[in-house]
């Protein structure tokens, strides 16, 4: 007589499952293939999870924030650092006020990758993230948020990186267009960028920091919660801490040297740059110069507060 042998099947509670958004890289051919590999390494590892795949602008906000109204306790994006961006603004304004059991981890797909980067994340090794995920640490790090009016409305915008006014906002614009439709590969963004600081646009800018008021023609300015795109590049998000560089207009011969010394992390020594570590910003007057929050360009009006909350969000981070 054989016996029937029934396949237990193991629920695990959403609590304990990833909440995963995945977001396709931008100017990939086969935008399904990355995913695939995850999921095979996710399901060799066991991993319990949840997947939604997102293409819409704007999506990304509003699927993370489902999932945390829903009791997902561990929200993983895959994706660039706009993807994180739009992830940490579902998370902020969702309706569950205690976040002390929330978690965020990354597995970096995107164009862009700062803030992964900063962790020792990269792009090219997605079983390195999700190892990291699994066995990686909590940590607490700071969440900036800058406040301002769209229209007649008021807005708040949460960030991880860096808040970017002036000529460095245009030139993440550019890039971001440029990438958005040929993918990494191309170099028109380059020389997109190139060709914008060549010009070395001015904007009359009047902010305060600390308590000492700017009011001058800037380049741009940066203001990070980490490195920033370069700009800040001793910025770190667990100090409890907003570090700014304010650009003025160098002379050519500067404009090269400061190129070379963003690429090399060491564009505060140049003498057409100051830096300033605070706690907060408040922005009175931009002549209308772009501004860009993690990447995102947004339409605003000054004044505009920059600040942040120091150890409020934890971070999944590798061992």
Same mark, same amino acid.
Request: aromatic share 10%.
């Given at each position: 007589?054989? *016996?029937?042998?029934?396949?237990?099947?193991?629920?695990?509670?959403?609590?304990?499952?990833?909440?995963?958004?995945?977001?396709?890289?931008?100017?990939?051919?086969? *935008?399904?293939?990355?995913?695939?590999?995850?999921?095979?390494?996710?399901?060799?590892? *066991?991993?319990?999870?949840?997947? $939604?795949?997102?293409?819409?602008?704007?999506?990304?906000?509003?699927?993370?924030?489902?999932?945390?109204?829903?009791?997902?306790?561990?929200?993983?994006?895959?994706?660039?650092?706009?993807?994180?961006?739009?992830?940490?603004?579902?998370?902020?304004?969702?309706?569950?006020?205690?976040?002390? +059991?929330?978690?965020?981890?990354?597995?970096?797909?995107?164009?862009?990758?700062?803030?992964?980067?900063f962790w020792g994340l990269h792009v090219d090794?997605?079983?390195?993230?999700? +190892?990291? $995920?699994?066995?990686?640490?909590?940590?607490?790090? +700071?969440?900036?948020?800058?406040?301002?009016?769209?229209?007649?409305?008021?807005?708040?915008?949460?960030?991880?990186?860096?808040?970017?006014?002036?000529?460095?906002?245009?030139?993440?614009?550019?890039?971001?267009?440029?990438?958005?439709?040929?993918?990494?590969?191309?170099?028109?963004?380059?020389?997109?960028?190139?060709?914008?600081?060549?010009?070395?646009?001015?904007?009359?800018?009047?902010?305060?920091?600390?308590?000492?008021?700017?009011?001058?023609?800037?380049?741009?300015?940066?203001?990070?919660?980490?490195?920033?795109?370069?700009?800040?590049?001793?910025?770190?998000?667990?100090?409890?801490?907003?570090?700014?560089?304010?650009?003025?207009?160098?002379?050519?011969?500067?404009?090269?040297?400061? $190129?070379?010394?963003?690429?090399?992390?060491? $564009?505060?020594?140049?003498?057409q740059v100051k830096p300033y570590r605070t *706690?907060?910003?408040?922005v009175y007057e931009t002549e209308g110069a772009?501004?860009?929050?993690?990447?995102?360009?947004?339409?605003?009006?000054?004044?505009?507060?920059?600040?942040?909350?120091?150890?409020?969000?934890?971070?999944?981070?590798?061992?």
């Amino acid at each position: 007589m054989s *016996k029937n042998k029934t396949e237990q099947i193991v629920t695990v509670p959403i609590r304990d499952r990833w909440g995963i958004v995945y977001v396709p890289m931008a100017g990939a051919k086969k *935008k399904h293939r990355r995913w695939h590999q995850i999921k095979e390494y996710l399901e060799a590892k *066991k991993v319990p999870y949840d997947y $939604i795949q997102s293409e819409e602008y704007g999506a990304v906000e509003r699927l993370t924030r489902m999932y945390v109204e829903n009791g997902y306790k561990t929200i993983v994006v895959v994706g660039g650092d706009m993807a994180v961006n739009d992830a940490i603004n579902g998370i902020m304004t969702s309706a569950v006020e205690n976040l002390e +059991d929330m978690s965020l981890g990354i597995i970096p797909n995107g164009i862009g990758n700062d803030f992964a980067n900063f962790w020792g994340l990269h792009v090219d090794d997605y079983k390195h993230a999700i +190892d990291c $995920i699994i066995c990686g640490t909590r940590r607490k790090i +700071d969440v900036g948020y800058c406040t301002f009016m769209e229209g007649e409305e008021f807005k708040k915008r949460y960030f991880l990186m860096a808040v970017n006014i002036g000529l460095g906002a245009e030139a993440i614009e550019i890039s971001d267009e440029c990438r958005h439709y040929w993918g990494k590969r191309n170099p028109t963004y380059l020389l997109s960028i190139v060709r914008l600081f060549l010009r070395r646009k001015l904007f009359k800018m009047k902010l305060k920091v600390n308590d000492e008021v700017i009011n001058d023609r800037l380049m741009t300015v940066c203001v990070g919660n980490s490195r920033g795109y370069g700009l800040t590049p001793s910025a770190v998000p667990y100090n409890g801490w907003l570090d700014v560089s304010v650009v003025y207009r160098p002379e050519l011969r500067q404009l090269f040297q400061g $190129i070379w010394m963003l690429l090399h992390g060491h $564009i505060l020594n140049h003498k057409q740059v100051k830096p300033y570590r605070t *706690k907060k910003v408040t922005v009175y007057e931009t002549e209308g110069a772009s501004f860009c929050v993690d990447g995102c360009s947004l339409e605003y009006k000054c004044p505009v507060e920059i600040s942040l909350m120091p150890e409020f969000l934890n971070f999944i981070v590798p061992n």
